[in-house]
């Protein structure tokens, strides 16, 4: 045996589970990965790249690719590809980093608890979409509006029917205006500060918990009909594609809303430098959420994927894919701010006594409602655009969920005869902690959470290439990957991993780290405590688990330590390539440093 086992750590040795399964057929992985950039999470804070930049972000966007975006795809997969395991057990490559596995569990468990707001909202817009006129059309906002508080609120109506209002405020000539499908999500919790950091109070919509309990009920159905990889993966691969159907045919209406269709594409893709200037810093990270929400997903899905399955190859398909997803719901967003500014141009140019501001939130899910308002057959479009939104959301966290859960029954074996009952109670403790989502302090509560995630992920992903790189070595990584591809992997591309990614890695947390510092700064206590047991406690596994598997080894501390970063049981896990793993290796020069490890006698 030329590969070292955890028995002679004094440890129990890591048993495979050989009916994990795999995807129904190879380009469920490729349709699964690219699925991951329905994150929409991060419009709520990376929307700004292409308002302000648009399709010039594709330069800043391509230049991460091939930076770090590819090879940390290519890094994560192969990890998941060799060891046939999630994101815990596949750190077998280096066991006394196994606690960055739970670090990942953790973060992946508390964006789940957060996420399913995605699916809510659309759902809950979707409902009332059906009705005969749309509540936050100008016509359908008179029914509900003069009931939301004392004083009549500004909003868009308003402009597009000329009526005045006195301004509200020290200031004659400015008035804030509110968007009616804004207003509607607000009117929803009766709070009119629903957005606010000092909103006082504390506040439930009903209809929204009711739309967050059916989500999840429906991702518990879904877990407990598709009990397979295989029939979840059939499941992913239609949803995946009706998404994408709604998404081309949203994109094409929203098209068609300027006066001059050709002229807002035109700007879109040729930006003036103007515009293309304050969105270039920020592509960096919006970028990084290509791999989806949490961290370690990559590697779990390629763990599905059959030993010679090309990796480099669809690292880079799925990539590409990502980025036209990203730019079609960029230009939803740009199209939308585009339509917003030219109404509040209109307006400011004919009343030279007051500046009128339309306030624009959360723009890609709520903003866009009353812009489909204005369309012909407006119920139609709505229905069709907050169902794509609905079933993307339920993509990721179903994506999310899978990734999650196959981690644990990985690493834990007396959890896989147990998987439909750990299911159901994993989803939903989940659902009683997303139950905080539907109150007004919580409903926001992912535009801080997705700040800490992106930090967690980029100091995940460095640690990630420090372990395989330097920890593992260069040399058995590129030997590895090159059986596993049966193809030769170039040592450039090896010292590109090693040197140039991390720097851009370097660079990219710390302007994550600036954007979350500022947003804690004016996040409530409840999200702050959320923040440290889910982000920063979290990192104390690291350490942890670095005490606790040396003082189960025997020996000095140096022995201790140098066992500890070996590879325990890191080997193919089917039979087949197995052997041939070992054959090949013994033809190499690695496996006289591998016998010399084997007979290292400890004292």
Same mark, same amino acid.
């Given at each position: 045996m ?6 002679d ?7 495979p589970d ?11 992985f490729i ?5 991951l ?11 700004i790249v ?11 966007y391509i230049?991460?690719l091939?930076?770090?975006v590819?090879p940390l795809f290519v890094?994560?997969?192969f ?6 395991s999630g994101?815990?057990s ?5 066991p006394?980093f ?9 973060v ?10 995605f ?7 979707l ?6 006129i749309?509540?936050?059309s ?16 500004r ?5 597009l ?11 004659n000539?400015?008035?804030m ?14 709070h ?11 506040y ?5 918990l009711?739309?967050?309990?059916f989500?999840?009920?429906?991702i ?5 009909k598709c ?5 979840l993966?059939?499941m ?5 594609f009706?998404?994408? =159907? +709604?998404?081309i ?5 929203? @098209? !068609? %809303?300027?006066?001059n269709p050709l *002229?807002s ?22 970028v990084?959420?290509a791999?989806?929400?949490?961290w370690?997903?990559i590697?779990?899905?390629a ?11 669809n ?15 960029g ?7 585009r ?7 209109a307006?400011n140019?004919?009343n030279?006594?007051?500046?009128v ?12 409602g ?6 012909s057959?407006?119920n139609?479009?709505? =229905? +069709? ?5 609905l079933?993307? @959301? !339920? %993509?990721?966290?179903?994506?999310? *969920?899978l ?5 644990i029954?990985d ?6 005869t ?6 159901l109670?994993i ?6 902690c997303?139950?905080y989502t539907?109150?007004n302090q ?10 800490d995630t992106?930090?967690t ?5 460095l640690?990630?290439?420090?372990v ?12 590895d990957l090159e059986f ?7 040592t ?16 990219l947390?710390?302007a ?12 409530a ?5 959320? @923040?440290?047991?889910f ?11 670095m ?19 070996r ?6 896990v ?9 054959q090949?290796m013994r033809?190499t020069?690695?496996?006289?440093q591998?016998?010399e490890?084997?007979?290292e006698?400890?004292t």
């Amino acid at each position: 045996m030329i590969y070292e086992s955890s028995y002679d750590s004094g440890r129990l040795p890591y048993k495979p589970d050989l009916a994990r399964g795999y995807w129904s057929k190879s380009s469920d992985f490729i349709f699964t990965g690219i699925s991951l950039a329905f994150r929409l999470d991060v419009f709520s804070i990376a929307w700004i790249v292409f308002t302000y930049a648009g399709c010039a972000s594709v330069i800043p966007y391509i230049i991460s690719l091939f930076l770090f975006v590819v090879p940390l795809f290519v890094m994560q997969s192969f990890l998941g590809q060799f060891s046939s395991s999630g994101f815990i057990s596949a750190f077998r490559i280096a066991p006394l980093f196994k606690g960055i596995g739970y670090i990942s569990l953790a973060v992946n468990l508390g964006v789940l608890t957060y996420y399913s707001v995605f699916a809510a909202v659309p759902l809950l817009y979707l409902i009332h979409s059906m009705r005969p006129i749309l509540p936050w059309s100008c016509e359908g906002i008179k029914h509900w509006s003069y009931n939301f508080t004392e004083n009549q609120v500004r909003h868009l109506c308003h402009i597009l029917s000329n009526d005045t209002l006195p301004p509200k405020n020290n200031f004659n000539w400015f008035s804030m205006h509110e968007i009616p499908s804004n207003l509607f999500l607000k009117s929803r919790f009766n709070h009119m500060e629903l957005f606010e950091h000092s909103s006082e109070g504390f506040y439930i919509s009903w209809e929204v918990l009711l739309c967050t309990l059916f989500t999840w009920a429906l991702i518990a159905a879904i877990f407990y009909k598709c009990n397979s990889v295989e029939k979840l993966s059939t499941m992913l691969r239609y949803s995946i594609f009706t998404a994408f =159907i +709604l998404l081309i045919i949203s994109v094409i209406r929203f @098209a !068609l %809303i300027p006066q001059n269709p050709l *002229l807002s594409i035109f700007d879109f893709f040729v930006p003036s430098w103007e515009m293309f200037m304050p969105g270039f810093p920020t592509a960096g990270i919006f970028v990084i959420s290509a791999f989806g929400a949490g961290w370690g997903t990559i590697i779990t899905l390629a763990s599905f994927n059959k030993f010679k399955t090309k990796t480099v190859q669809n690292s880079w398909i799925i990539c590409v894919g990502q980025m036209f997803i990203f730019l079609s719901f960029g230009y939803i967003v740009y199209v939308t701010d585009r339509y917003y500014n030219e109404i509040k141009q209109a307006y400011n140019s004919k009343n030279t006594d007051s500046y009128v501001y339309i306030s624009k939130l959360w723009i890609l899910f709520l903003s866009t409602g009353s812009v489909m308002a204005d369309m012909s057959w407006p119920n139609l479009w709505c =229905i +069709l655009y907050y169902a794509m939104l609905l079933l993307a @959301a !339920l %993509i990721t966290v179903t994506v999310s *969920l899978l990734s999650t859960l196959q981690s644990i029954f990985d690493e834990f074996e007396e959890f896989r005869t147990r998987k439909t009952e750990v299911t159901l109670i994993i989803i939903g403790l989940l659902g009683i902690c997303s139950l905080y989502t539907c109150s007004n302090q919580g409903v926001f509560l992912h535009v801080i959470f997705v700040n800490d995630t992106i930090v967690t992920q980029t100091a995940l992903n460095l640690l990630l290439f420090f372990v395989v790189l330097w920890v593992y070595g260069r040399v058995r990584f590129q030997r590895d990957l090159e059986f596993m591809l049966s193809q030769s992997f170039s040592t450039c591309k090896i010292y590109m991993l090693r040197f140039v990614s991390p720097v851009c890695l370097v660079l990219l947390l710390l302007a994550a780290i600036f954007i979350s510092l500022m947003y804690h700064f004016v996040g409530a206590t409840v999200v702050q405590i959320a @923040a440290v047991l889910f982000i920063v406690l979290p990192w104390l596994y690291v350490p942890g688990y670095m005490i606790y598997i040396m003082l189960q080894t025997t020996g000095t501390f140096k022995t201790r330590f140098k066992r500890c970063c070996r590879p325990m049981d890191w080997y193919p896990v089917e039979l087949e390539d197995r052997q041939r793993y070992e054959q090949t290796m013994r033809n190499t020069d690695m496996t006289h440093q591998l016998h010399e490890l084997e007979e290292e006698t400890v004292t």
